[in-house]
């Protein structure tokens, strides 16, 4: 289920209530007003969105959202990209993807109009460099949820959408060996390695992943890479 915030909220936020009937509160971030406004006006071309509207018209939307369980096989094709623990929640053309307690971008999900989603030329509003960025899997265990919106002061402009994580591990018979444990979102960790590092149930989330790969083997360092050419590294002992 999904409400609106109270208005005693200091910044605006988003809420909805998990399976365990625990309400969650949802962050902004900078990247998913940025899509939203793109998305709308080009489902809405008559109806643009000013900064005094956009905020107000997003939250509106997503209260009336309700959660996506139940994925058919073309669906859960095209959404696999974001990781199975992310939350999708859909109200009319749009869905909504919340990863870490974020909302990190807004899809215009109509299959007739899947098309306006690409910043063609044609389509981007004024001089946008940024495309739209890609969310990796990311963990529903551990959710903080006094989290609140990471604003668009502290968000970077990140060229590379994921962090690229390396985990460095014992097997079961005692031999090293470095595992790919995939990638993660950077948005929401402001791509700054460390920070991701710190968010609760990340090192779980990897723990899973190497299990998946290679049962019985030990977690002891991660390597996390930010992009393809490494923007930034950090080696995260466990």
């Not at 063609?120 to 990311?138: F, Q, S, V």
């Not at 090192?203 to 923007?231: D, M, S």
Request: net charge positive; proline share 6%; aromatic share 6%.
């Amino acid at each position: 289920m999904v409400r609106l915030p109270s208005s005693k909220s200091r910044s605006p936020q988003l809420v909805y209530t998990n399976s365990k009937g625990k309400e969650i509160l949802v962050g902004i971030t900078h990247h998913a007003r940025k899509r939203f406004r793109e998305r709308w006006e080009r489902l809405n071309p008559s109806v643009p969105l000013t900064e005094s509207t956009l905020d107000q018209t997003l939250i509106d939307s997503f209260s009336r959202a309700k959660r996506l369980e139940n994925f058919g096989r073309k669906l859960r094709t095209r959404i696999n990209r974001y990781g199975k623990d992310t939350l999708y929640f859909r109200h009319e053309q749009f869905t909504f993807v919340v990863q870490d307690a974020s909302l990190v971008t807004v899809e215009i999900s109509d299959s007739s109009k899947r098309h306006l989603n690409k910043n063609t030329p044609a389509l981007k509003r004024g001089n946008d460099p940024n495309p739209e960025a890609i969310p990796a899997p990311a963990t529903q265990s551990g959710i903080d949820a006094s989290r609140g919106e990471l604003g668009k002061e502290n968000i970077r402009n990140v060229s590379a959408p994921s962090f690229r994580l390396t985990g460095i591990v014992l097997l079961d018979d005692g031999n090293p060996k470095n595992v790919n444990l995939g990638t993660h979102e950077a948005l929401t960790s402001n791509a700054e390695p460390e920070r991701l590092a710190s968010q609760p149930g990340v090192v779980e989330l990897l723990r899973t992943r190497l299990q998946e790969k290679c049962p019985g083997a030990e977690l002891q360092a991660v390597f996390i890479a930010l992009g393809k050419k490494q923007e930034k590294t950090f080696l995260w002992r466990i």
